[in-house]
Nanobody, 121 residues
Framework: QVQLVESGGGAVQAEASLRLSCVAS????????MAWFRQAPGKEREFVAA????????NYGDSVKGRFTVSRDSAKKTLFLQMNSVKPEDTAVYFC??????????????WGQGTQVTVFS
């Protein structure tokens, strides 16, 4: 079983930068693709970014392309999300998610509790 704990959220002004972290613990030997999702009040959960086990494949949601950068440090079992030029519409709870490796499932097996990001203008 894998546990994911996010940190780094907070309240920032528009155009500021923020860096989120997600530390994995527990059964991480077969930790595969990791991702960030977000959910704003009254809205569905939205895909933000994902990075494969060896960082060979990286994908972003359209709304964050060019502003956010996802990365991982496998040795430290940590996923990062560098958020630059944030906008009020980036306000949401940000969740870390992960799959085991290898996996062909579309489902994300593990989820963190989330960290709140609030962007004010």
């Amino acid at each position: 079983q894998v546990q994911l704990v996010e940190s780094g959220g907070g309240a920032v002004q528009a155009e500021a930068s923020l860096r989120l972290s997600c530390v994995a613990s527990g059964g991480t030997l077969n930790l595969g693709t990791m991702a960030w999702f977000r959910q704003a009040p009254g809205k569905e959960r939205e895909f933000v970014a994902a990075v494969s086990r060896y960082s060979h494949s990286i994908n972003y949601g359209d709304s964050v392309k060019g502003r956010f950068t996802v990365s991982r440090d496998s040795a430290k079992k940590t996923l990062f999300l560098q958020m630059n030029s944030v906008k009020p519409e980036d306000t949401a709870v940000y969740f870390c998610a992960a799959k085991t490796y290898p996996s062909t499932s579309q489902d994300w097996e593990y989820w963190g509790q989330g960290t709140q990001v609030t962007v004010f203008s």
